[in-house]
């Protein structure tokens, strides 16, 4: 049996995003932007597709994980409701993702906001407005027809 343990109701997404690297904390220089998108996302963190993880000799993910003040920014831009918000996270977790000829890296990160701020509130209300629609686009992206 599988249970599911997580802490918040996840949502099944494919929203594009860009990420920065701030290897000395919140008020540090950035490495980026690595393009990704969030492939689903709670209140307390998301799994992300990154097309991009290694940036002049930063890696987004060993580098992060390598240094407990560096951290990571999401810049969500769902025009004209969220326009450049920012969300700080750190990294979890990192696994190859391929499909067919498309190689990419799935990540998993911790938000490192409240899960019931006002922030992550304001995300989660203007996500669920055409949510069911990305929903639909990934799921049929990430099973793709058995050819025959």
């Given at each position: 049996?599988?249970?599911?343990?997580?802490?918040?109701?996840?949502?099944?997404?494919?929203?594009?995003?860009?990420?920065?690297?701030?290897?000395?904390?919140?008020?540090?220089?950035?490495?980026?932007?690595?393009?990704?998108?969030?492939?689903?996302?709670?209140?307390?963190?998301?799994?992300?597709?990154?097309?991009?993880?290694?940036?002049?000799?930063?890696?987004?993910?060993?580098?992060?994980?390598?240094?407990?003040?560096?951290?990571?920014?999401?810049?969500?831009?769902?025009?004209?409701?969220?326009?450049?918000?920012v969300i700080p996270c750190r990294p979890v977790w990192i696994n190859p993702f391929q499909i067919e000829e498309i190689k990419a890296f799935r990540m998993g990160v911790n938000f490192l906001l409240s899960p019931e701020g006002e922030k992550m509130q304001r995300l989660e209300k203007e996500l669920m407005k055409k949510q069911k629609d990305r929903d639909e686009l990934w799921s049929s992206l990430a099973n793709p027809l058995p050819n025959k």
């Open positions: 049996m599988n249970t599911d343990l997580r802490r918040s109701k996840r949502y099944a997404d494919f929203l594009p995003i860009s990420v920065f690297a701030v290897p000395g904390g919140e008020s540090g220089e950035t490495v980026g932007p690595f393009s990704g998108r969030i492939i689903d996302i709670s209140r307390h963190g998301a799994c992300l597709l990154m097309t991009q993880v290694l940036q002049r000799n930063y890696h987004v993910y060993h580098s992060t994980m390598d240094n407990e003040e560096s951290i990571l920014e999401l810049h969500i831009n769902i025009p004209p409701e969220l326009c450049n918000l």
